[in-house]
C-alpha cells in the first residue's frame, strides 16, 4: 500500500509539473536564442488586464541572420506587457530566447486572417484598428511565407540606447 500511494503522489506532482507554466502545459521544445526585431504585432493582444490568468501578444520577429527569417512568437505574461513601443516598432535590436512550438506553426495570411479587430470607441461599426501593424523598417514576406512558431521566456535590448535610424531597411 507504501508503494501504491507514493507512486500517486509521484504521479500528482509531474501533472502539477506540467501544467504549472502559464496555465498550461510547459513548452517542451528545444530551447534556442535569436537577435533581430520585432516586424509585427497584434494590436488587439496589447489591450491586457491585470488578472490571475495569463495575457497572451502574437508577435512575428524578424532574425538578423543572414536569410533574415520570421517567426511567429508567443509572449505569455502576468499583469501589463514589458514589451515598449521603440521595442514594438522596430526600432530597437533585442535578443530572444525561446523554446519551439511546431503546433502553432502558421503563414503570414493565416496570421493576419485570425488577428482580433478592436472597434474604435466612439466610432461605427466600420472603424477599428489595424489587425496587425508593420514595422516601418521590414519588408514583408508574401502570405504564403510559412513561420516557425516559438514561446518567449526571455527578451532583452541589445546594444540598449541604439536604435535604427528612421526608414532604416531590414529587408529579407
Not at 508593420?134 to 535590448?157: D, G, H, I, N
Request: some cysteine; glycine content about 6%.
Amino acid at each position: 500500500m507504501s508503494s501504491l500511494r507514493k507512486s500517486g503522489a509521484v504521479r500528482l506532482v509531474l501533472l502539477i509539473l506540467l501544467f504549472s507554466s502559464a496555465g498550461g502545459p510547459v513548452a517542451a521544445g528545444k530551447k534556442t536564442s535569436f537577435k533581430g526585431r520585432i516586424a509585427a504585432y497584434r494590436p488587439a493582444d496589447r489591450m491586457q488586464v491585470v488578472s490571475s490568468v495569463a495575457n497572451k501578444e502574437l508577435l512575428l520577429f524578424q532574425t538578423e541572420s543572414a536569410s533574415h527569417d520570421w517567426l511567429k512568437v508567443v509572449y505569455a505574461h502576468q499583469g501589463f506587457s514589458d514589451i515598449k513601443d521603440d521595442v514594438l516598432s522596430g526600432a530597437q535590436a533585442i535578443s530572444i530566447s525561446v523554446r519551439r512550438d511546431a503546433t502553432c506553426d502558421q503563414t503570414l495570411g493565416d496570421f493576419e486572417k485570425e488577428a482580433p479587430t478592436v472597434r474604435l470607441e466612439g466610432s461605427s461599426s466600420a472603424s477599428s484598428t489595424e489587425r496587425v501593424v508593420f514595422a516601418s523598417s521590414v519588408s514583408r514576406p508574401p502570405e504564403s511565407y510559412q513561420m516557425k512558431c516559438y514561446t518567449l521566456e526571455r527578451w532583452e535590448p541589445v546594444n540598449p540606447g541604439k536604435s535604427l535610424p528612421a526608414g532604416a531597411p531590414t529587408t529579407r
